[in-house]
């Protein structure tokens, strides 16, 4: 990640301050500052709550970036270098979804709606997942990001097959999901979303599996 990007991240990070710091005069005084799982709001608070919420989402999101741009310091694993550009590029990532987020629920609070739209925020999710899919393929082994399974920590070539499989599916399942969020109606939302999650996360552990089991299989007959 070259400066401009380490200088944009930060600017990304505090944007959602300075927009509400832009419209602060038109946070009514009860605001919703939690939602339920459908987007309908299950808890108000003032505006020094509402504050105090955002500076949370804040804080959460230069912690994700300051361990994933870290991380690989600590990381025992011989590719931890190598790794360091590519955990960069999905903190980048993550800081923009936490972004995004963020400036959804600010929105939200002063446009008087009082239902957050859960059909875009689960699309952005999708796009996410896409996005995170598409960086998966070139991850090196290591401690904290990936399919970390036991025999794919300790078998590279296990986890490279593990990771490009789980990338194609990643890419292709996420795009889907932002895609029919878009169009189908709102109370599917959660069983879609979740329908085709599980396959994204249990296919690649149990191709890893198998891969594992084939090896293991192979090395006891020479």
Known sequence: ?????KKLVWLIIIAPSIYLAIVWNKVPSKIAIHFDIHGNPDKYG???????FMGIMILVSIGIYLLLTNV???????????????LQRLAFTIVVFMAVISFM?????????VRLNMRYM??????????????????????FAGFRLPWTLENEENW??????????????????????????????????ILILIPLIIIPAIYSYVLYKKQKTLNSTN
Request: hydrophobic share 50%; net charge positive.
């Open 72 to 86: 690989y310091r600590i990381d025992p694993k011989k590719h931890a270098a190598d790794n360091k550009y590519r």
């Open 160 to 193: 490279r097959k593990t990771h490009l499989l789980a990338g194609k599916l990643w890419f292709v399942g996420g795009l889907l999901i932002t895609i029919i969020c878009l169009i189908i109606p709102i109370k599917l939302l959660i069983p879609f979303f």
């Open 122 to 143: 689960f699309a952005i999710m999708g796009l996410f997942w896409a996005i995170i899919g598409n960086y998966m393929h070139n991850i090196k082994p290591n401690y």
């Open 46 to 52: 003032n505006k020094k709550e509402f504050l105090f």
């Open 1 to 5: 990640m070259n400066n401009f990007f």
């Open 105 to 113: 629920v600010i929105y939200a609070g002063i446009s008087g709606v």
